[in-house]
């Protein structure tokens, strides 16, 4: 597949990236930045410059999937992890020869965003609408909702399943599953929560509802 990996430059992203690199997919990185451009094209992919709280049709074109880790630090949590989002997936839904894949990184409580640290409500909440707006579009989606995540290096292994009490994941792990998923028919359509577990990624993504 030709994979765009929206949000390349951001510290899950760029383990996307580099994992993707390894790969059999053609991968471009999209960036917000000129300046972070020959950064990405180190990884051996393509790049694109595109903003996502403006038009994202150049950076879609030709793509056959979409991962999407883009996220504003909390920043701009309505323009880009909300409005952004959901540019994205509308884009994607009228790209010409189609896009196949999406693949969202959510977080836990997404679902519940009063549930969640009251710190992180908006971004939660942003989080929310992106994901209900991908799970009513008619893209081939996963959405993976990891919990806290950590700079612990890849184990390799997680849990995953509908829903998880709070806990952590390392962000290589997180990584790792993001692109796992891309070729995992048994992801399609799933919405689900991982954390760090005893159960290696391909396995745990066989089932990842847990039903």
Partial sequence: ????????????????????????????????AESQVDEMESF????????LTEDVAHAVAGHDAIVFAAGSGGEDVEGVDRD?????????????????????????????????????TDYLLAKQAADDHLH???????IVRPGALTDEPATGEIRA??????????????ARTLVTAIDMASTHGK??????????IESAL??????
Avoid: C, W
């Fill in 44 to 51: 051996g992919v393509e790049t694109v410059v595109a903003d």
């Fill in 191 to 200: 919405t689900f929560e991982i954390l760090a577990g005893d159960e290696p």
């Fill in 84 to 120: 952004g989002a959901i540019g994205m997936i509308e884009t994607a839904e009228a790209e010409a020869e189609g896009v196949e894949r999406f693949v969202m990184l959510s977080s836990m409580n997404a679902d519940d965003p009063e549930a969640g640290p009251d710190e992180l």
């Fill in 136 to 142: 009513e579009s008619e893209l081939t989606y996963t």
């Fill in 161 to 174: 399943a509908r829903k998880l009490d709070p806990g952590e994941i390392t962000r290589a792990d997180v």
């Fill in 1 to 32: 597949m030709n994979v765009l990996v929206a949000g390349a430059h951001g510290q899950v992203g760029q383990l996307i990236t580099e994992l993707l690199s390894d790969s059999d997919h053609e991968t471009t990185a999209m960036v917000r």
């Fill in 206 to 211: 066989r089932s990842p509802t847990g039903e």
